[in-house]
């Protein structure tokens, strides 16, 4: 009979069960599932919650506090294979990431692991910050001590490491063999195929090794590999763990309520991000979720260079009164309210005029209001803006403002394009549920003359959309942000000839910027 040591019986039990590693060696309380009766209190007091009211009654919600999703997530990752994690928003997907890595560093000796992310900042602030956590919260001793960590790497012998490597070109992805190995997509709908495609190359680099890939994120565009992994064909290879908001007691019922009513059930970033689910997004969307997720996580983005603002002015009423900076590529929302008189509005802009180069104002209606105001006090950088007026690019664009819309669509997809951080490129959203909302969710189509027309507010409101205030007042804030004389003359005397009456016009083309 072999005699086998402790050590090796206590290293083959932890290789078949990483749940219980993690509790053996890590301070943590793993995430469970909600409780059914309490879910379905909140029904019964909220019956608008359709979606999660017909899955609780079809069976299709896994629910039990006396169950944890994380343990049952790690428990199947033991052997080697192909994992997706589809999860909602705050489920623990990067804390799950940083847990899994962490085993199989311990449990495999000689192992390599190779991370990515959508964005460089997702990766270096988000995961391999959550791997540096739980390796300072380790009980008991793991292979990548808090000591051994750098920001994006851990070195423990000449072939046993994890380093992260950012999703920009394919050749980084080459030359990764061993053993064991494992690949680690952090948000991984924002990677691209090229990516996949070298992920693939490094499988077929290790025909005798365990190999493990694991992608993880809430759901985005309907499009790309992540949702080909979690659908049709390429699934049936993939172990696809899906999970919703209303199945985590990591979320509050209220906060899902709150966005809810927020956004609306049907919205794009409602089903991504609490019902960690694939919107059904149409091809006609302005912008795709996709494209405005990849924007709100440049968190790193340095506000640095011309600034614009935009104004979208409401005066009683559900609809906002919008300020909104942009800064280089950084935008910002400065002040949102509702129900305030234009006096206060007024107030305002005097003093938010002081705080960029430009400010554009919507000076239809209300807005006129204003505008006229602040050229009698003599306040400088007011640009009033007509989304109706005619285009610059006019044989492209049905209206000023459905070109507004498309400039600002192709910074988003810069950025969802961007292979590393530059912050002369695309645009740095803030992650405001509403704006991102707004955004995703504005339509557009191709006349029969071929120029572009985005969805009226008007047509938006018929579908059961709010006005969409914050999208708007981004969208100004972009355009007027290009309006320096010393750089496109051209595009402040479009707009002049555009203002309404020559003394406006006048009055922009003599503006002291």
């Not at 909220?46 to 009211?53: I, R, S, Y």
């Not at 061993?178 to 680099?205: Q, S, W």
């Not at 800064?327 to 206060?344: F, H, I, M, W």
Request: aromatic letters at 10%; charged letters at 25%.
């Amino acid at each position: 009979m072999v005699n086998i040591s402790e050590e090796a019986r206590l290293l083959n039990f932890y290789r078949h069960r990483p749940d219980r590693w993690t509790e053996h060696h890590l301070d943590i309380q793993l995430a469970r599932y909600r409780s059914k009766d309490q879910l379905e209190e909140f029904l019964t007091l909220f019956p608008q919650h359709t979606w999660a009211k017909q899955r609780l009654n079809m069976g299709k919600l896994v629910l039990g506090e006396n169950r944890s999703y994380q343990a049952e997530a790690l428990a199947r990752m033991a052997e080697p294979g192909f994992y997706a994690f589809k999860w909602a928003n705050g489920t623990a997907k990067t804390a799950t990431a940083a847990i899994i890595v962490h085993w199989f560093l311990s449990c495999y000796p000689g192992a390599r692991v190779v991370t990515t992310a959508g964005t460089w900042s997702q990766l270096r602030e988000q995961l391999w910050r959550e791997l540096e956590i739980w390796a300072r919260r380790a009980k008991k001793l793991i292979a990548a001590s808090s000591k051994r960590m750098g920001k994006t790497h851990v070195n423990l012998d000449a072939d046993w490491a994890a380093f992260g490597r950012a999703a920009t070109e394919e050749s980084t992805f080459e030359g990764v063999h061993g053993d064991y190995v494992m690949l680690l997509f952090d948000e991984a709908k924002a990677i691209n195929p090229g990516i996949y495609n070298a992920a693939r190359r490094i499988l077929r680099g290790n025909p005798d090794g365990k190999f493990w890939w694991i992608c993880l994120s809430s759901p985005g565009s309907p499009t790309g590999p992540f949702f080909d992994i979690c659908h049709g064909d390429a699934s049936r290879r993939w172990h696809v763990f899906s999970l919703s908001a209303y199945e985590s007691s990591r979320i509050q019922l209220e906060q899902i309520h709150e966005d809810l009513l927020d956004l609306g059930e049907t919205s794009p970033l409602f089903v991504s991000m609490d019902l960690g689910e694939f919107p059904d997004e149409g091809e006609d969307a302005v912008i795709p979720l996709s494209w405005v997720q990849a924007a709100a996580a440049r968190v790193n983005a340095a506000p640095v260079g011309r600034s614009g603002g935009g104004l979208d002015i409401a005066r009683y009423g559900n609809a906002e009164s919008v300020f909104t900076k942009k800064e280089g590529v950084v935008l910002t929302l400065e002040d949102v309210y509702t129900n305030r008189s234009l006096a206060v509005t007024v107030g305002k802009a005097r003093i938010f005029a002081n705080k960029v180069h430009a400010l554009g104002i919507d000076d239809v209606g209300m807005g006129g209001g204003v505008t006229d105001i602040l050229r009698d006090q003599h306040v400088k950088g007011i640009i009033p803006l007509n989304a109706g007026a005619r285009a610059r690019h006019p044989d492209q664009f049905v209206n000023a403002g459905t070109e507004w819309a498309w400039n600002f669509r192709e910074l988003c997809r810069a950025s969802f394009e961007l292979k590393e951080e530059d912050d002369s490129k695309g645009i740095a959203l803030p992650n405001d549920k509403i704006l991102m909302h707004q955004l995703a969710a504005r339509k557009y189509r191709i006349r029969p003359d071929g120029k572009l027309q985005i969805e009226s507010k008007e047509d938006m409101k018929k579908r059961g959309e709010k006005s969409p205030d914050r999208a708007d007042s981004a969208f100004m804030a972009n355009w007027v942000q290009a309006m320096n004389p010393a750089n496109d003359r051209e595009l402040l005397k479009h707009v002049a000839e555009e203002a309404v009456g020559n003394k406006v016009g006048n009055t922009i083309l003599e503006m002291d910027f």
